[in-house]
C-alpha cells in the first residue's frame, strides 16, 4: 500500500472520498454509540469501547481486499490515508467525549 500511495498523485483524490471518510470517522462511531445505548444495558465502559473501535481510520484490509479483486486500488488507499490524518482530530474528539467515564 505504501508503494501505491508513493506512486499516486495526490490532485487526484477520488471524489466519494468526500462522504466516505466523514461517514466513517463520524457517522459510524455515532450510530455504534446510539445502537449500544438504546439496546441494552450496557455498561458504559463497553459502550465507549465499541465508540472507540469505530472510530479508528479505515483499515489496510480494505486496500488488500481491493487489490487482490483489482478494484477501488487507488480510492482504498486514498481513503485510508485521509482517514489516518484525519483521525487524529477525530479521535482526539471521542476521547475527549468518553474520558469523564
Known amino acids: 500500500m505504501g508503494v501505491t500511495l508513493a506512486l499516486r ?3 487526484r483524490v477520488p471524489v466519494e472520498i468526500s462522504y466516505i471518510v466523514p461517514a466513517k470517522l463520524i457517522l459510524h462511531p ?3 454509540y446510539l445502537v449500544l445505548s ?7 465502559v463497553w459502550i465507549y469501547s465499541a465508540v472507540l473501535l469505530a472510530a479508528l ?5 480494505v486496500f488488500v481486499i481491493g ?3 483489482h478494484v477501488w486500488q ?3 488507499s486514498a ?3 485521509i482517514s489516518t490524518v484525519l483521525s487524529v482530530l477525530t479521535l482526539t ?9
Open 9 to 11: 498523485p495526490m490532485k
Open 30 to 32: 455515532l450510530a455504534v
Open 38 to 44: 438504546s439496546l441494552g444495558r450496557f455498561e458504559p
Open 57 to 61: 481510520p479505515t483499515a489496510t484490509n
Open 67 to 69: 487489490q487482490q479483486y
Open 74 to 76: 487507488e480510492r482504498a
Open 79 to 81: 481513503t485510508i490515508l
Open 93 to 101: 474528539g471521542v476521547v475527549y467525549f468518553i474520558q469523564p467515564f
